[in-house]
């Protein structure tokens, strides 16, 4: 305003008026003629000019400060007044600006009634009282316990107890995390008077009520995941109809138990249960192992017995078939083929027959035979031969005997070619 350091202050000014002198002496000035220099030249600068004589600024004139010492502006100052106005309308206009933070909403009401929503940045509004704002935090994950405060141990039983569809009682403890929907904030501040207690009824509402439906072994062990499913949904859709702009984002199920009190006869049971497991489970190994082999025995056997069907059907169809070409040659020349059979089947008995030749005519004495040979001969023609075992039998016995000494060299022996033989084979032509 002014500078009491100026060397032209206290000698007059270009209107010939004289401010107050700085007093004599090495002392500060005196704040009395301080205040009244400010206030001449306060007064020179909107047009007025200070009165001569006396108390100038005095408490007497018009111009001068009151008994508290403030000045008092000029009258008829319209320049002064636009001044003013317009820096408190610019003052007034300037306060509507705010700057919302990322991850907030600024909900904008307009004498109390809701009219836009401010996405985050710097933002303008009409000034209060026209319009007013609120900030509401749409990134913030909130949470809550059910069943719990805290630590698992501190429990809250009439939240935790649960009635399952079989009439038993368990002790469930779960959490729900949620936030706001991105457009959910003017339902979140006006449509609701207390949503974050909505969202913990609702949320244990859904969960008794899904509880409910199920057996307690599905809620113990293999349903928890499954139920807590259901359950977020369930809540979401109660939360939607209550319009309280609020998502469920995780609904998870801290621990489940039977009560206190049954909890020894619970571990009871569960042990029972899981001994009735290990033996089924072992039943079905030893039927897993045993089923197959008896199922490859079953193939087997089946195999053979069709092979076996096969070589039979086949030595039959073969058969009928020789029996019928012999047949036909037959008819052609009975006399040939009656000596062809003969001639066939003795040589079959005679190559399978054990046979000593002796030539006696070089002594009389008695002769040894090797009967250990004979008899092992006997017997591997018996394991190779398809005859009876009464033929086999009488060939080694004949072999067995000593021979008869002869003057003669004993001739080989030759099939008989008598009538009683060809009548045999004419009945039966397989007959040996």
């Known amino acids: 305003m002014f500078n009491l350091n100026d060397p032209g202050w206290g000698r007059g000014n270009n209107n010939g008026s004289e401010p107050p002198r700085r007093p004599k002496g090495d002392g500060p000035p005196d704040l009395d003629e301080v205040w009244r220099d400010f206030n001449s030249r306060l007064g020179s600068l909107f047009g007025r000019k200070p009165k001569r004589g006396g108390n100038k600024f005095g408490g007497g004139g018009d111009n001068g400060s009151g008994s508290g010492g403030l ?48 996405p985050p940045g710097l933002q303008w509004r009409l000034p209060y009282p026209i319009e007013n704002h609120q900030m509401v935090n749409i990134s913030q ?22 009635l399952t569809t079989d009439e038993n009682i368990v002790d469930l403890q779960f ?28 949320a244990e509402t859904a969960m008794r009520e899904i509880v409910g439906k199920k057996p307690m072994d ?17 809540a979401q859709n109660i939360l939607n109809r209550y319009q309280t702009g609020i998502q469920i984002s995780t609904v998870a199920i801290q621990n489940v138990q039977p009560p206190e009190q049954v909890q020894a006869a619970f571990d009871d049971a569960v042990k029972a249960g899981q001994d009735r497991e290990r033996q089924i ?24 017995a069709e092979g076996y069907r096969a070589t039979v059907i086949g030595d039959a169809q073969g058969d009928t078939s020789r029996f019928t070409s012999v047949e036909s040659e037959f008819a052609k020349a009975p006399d040939i083929t009656r ?9 079959e008995i005679l190559e399978n027959s054990s046979k000593v030749m002796i030539d006696s005519q070089a002594s ?17 023609a018996r394991a190779s031969s398809s005859s009876s075992p009464e033929n086999t039998a009488a060939a080694a016995a004949a072999a067995a005997q000593p021979p008869k000494a002869a003057s003669t060299p004993a001739k080989p022996r030759t099939p008989d070619t008598s009538a009683s033989a060809r009548n045999s084979l004419l009945t039966n032509p397989y007959s040996r």
């Open 71 to 118: 000045p008092q502006l000029p009258k008829g100052s319209p320049k002064l007044v636009g001044i003013i106005v317009v820096i408190v309308i610019g003052l007034w206009l300037a306060s509507g600006f705010l700057i919302v933070q990322e991850g907030q909403v600024a909900v904008v009401t307009k004498f109390g009634k809701y009219t836009k929503t401010l």
């Open 141 to 162: 994950l909130r949470t809550f316990e059910v069943g719990y405060r805290g630590t698992a141990r501190n429990k809250v039983l009439p939240e935790s107890l649960m």
């Open 175 to 202: 959490v729900v995390q949620y936030r706001l929907m991105s457009t959910g904030a003017p339902d979140y501040l006006f449509k609701t008077s207390q949503p974050d207690e909505s969202v913990r009824q609702a």
């Open 218 to 234: 599905f809620v113990l062990y293999s349903g928890r995941t499954e139920v807590a499913t259901e359950v977020q949904k369930l």
């Open 281 to 304: 489970n072992e039943g079905n190994a030893y039927s897993n192992k045993v089923l197959p082999e008896a199922q490859g025995q079953v193939a087997r056997m089946v195999q053979e």
């Open 339 to 347: 000596e062809r059979l003969y001639l066939s089947t003795m040589q």
């Open 364 to 380: 009389n004495n008695m002769l040894y035979l090797p009967l250990d040979k004979i008899m092992h001969q006997a017997a591997g």
